[in-house]
């Protein structure tokens, strides 16, 4: 049995990925891979034509739909990279802001503080909504989305 033959009835899963167009022209293509006499063909052509078109058509429109697939999965995996990164920055300045920290690099500035916070999404104002947060008047500041 011809390989393409082979591939094509085992990929078959009557009737869950199957339709009369693509089951008529699996068919078609059996009779013309085989040599067997095709009378879709011979009696009625422009059916014959159709259920190809038709399973052509589905199969082009299935392809577009799973390279949208493809690039949202890896859009999110990117996402999930940039985020893990950040997590990863904002983490190393929680460490360096702990009680007794005795790193090398010292208590984080309000820049580095500041630049892992916008990569999440965020900011510091402060209850007037100024950047910054803390104005030095002793008022908390306020973790808002930036």
């Not at 190809?52 to 082009?60: D, F």
């Not at 208590?107 to 900011?123: F, K, N, Q, S």
Request: charge should be neutral.
């Amino acid at each position: 049995m011809n390989g393409t033959l082979r591939a094509m009835l085992e990929a078959r899963n009557f009737p869950a990925n199957t339709c009369s167009a693509s089951r008529h022209a699996s068919q078609i293509a059996e009779a013309l891979i085989t040599g067997r006499p095709c009378h879709a063909l011979t009696d009625d052509p422009e059916n014959a034509g159709e259920s190809i078109a038709a399973t052509v058509q589905a199969l082009w429109e299935t392809r577009a739909v799973a390279e949208k697939l493809r690039l949202r999965i890896y859009a999110l995996h990117t996402e999930e990279a940039s985020a893990i990164s950040c997590l990863r920055d904002a983490q190393a300045l929680l460490m360096r802001m702990r009680p007794g920290y005795t790193g090398t690099h010292g208590a984080p500035t309000a820049e580095e503080i500041d630049a892992v916070l916008a990569m999440t999404g965020y900011a510091l104002r402060d209850p007037a909504g100024a950047a910054g947060g803390n104005t030095g008047q002793g008022l908390p500041s306020r973790l808002v989305r930036a």
